[in-house]
């Protein structure tokens, strides 16, 4: 199994900066894809940023876009998300997850990710 666990939220005024992170754990095996979701609530889960394996390809929802920035560390097993120009509608609880090994490439689904961590939460105050 492989586990995954955020850090890194927290409360942040407007126009502010925060920087989630997610390590891996367990049978983490290589060459996997990883991602960051959000959920807001009584919203569904949605995109927000992935990466592949090597740091080549990354993916950003439109309203991300310029403002925040996803990387990883392989020798860690860590994601990062660097959020800036936080806006109180990126306000939600936010999840990292990895696809399986050997599944390098990311994606923008949610069900192409095997893997969840627990969340944590964003809020952003105007």
């Known amino acids: 199994q492989v586990q995954l666990v955020e850090t890194g939220g927290g409360l942040v005024q407007a126009g502010g900066s925060l920087r989630l992170s997610c390590a891996a754990s367990?049978?983490?095996?290589?060459?996997?894809?990883m991602g960051w979701f959000r959920q807001a609530p009584g919203k569904e889960r949605d995109f927000v940023a992935a990466i592949s394996w090597g740091g080549g390809m990354k993916y950003y929802a439109d309203s991300v876009n310029g403002r925040f920035t996803i990387s990883r560390d392989n020798a860690k097993n860590t994601v990062y998300l660097q959020m800036n120009s936080l806006k109180p509608e990126d306000t939600a609880v936010y999840y990292c997850?990895?696809?399986?090994?050997?599944?390098?490439?990311?994606?923008?689904?949610?069900?192409?990710?095997?893997?969840w961590g627990q969340g944590t939460q964003v809020t952003v105050s105007s």
């Open positions: 997850a990895a696809r399986a090994a050997r599944k390098s490439i990311p994606t923008m689904t949610r069900d192409d990710y095997d893997y």
């Open positions: 367990g049978r983490v095996g290589s060459s996997y894809a």
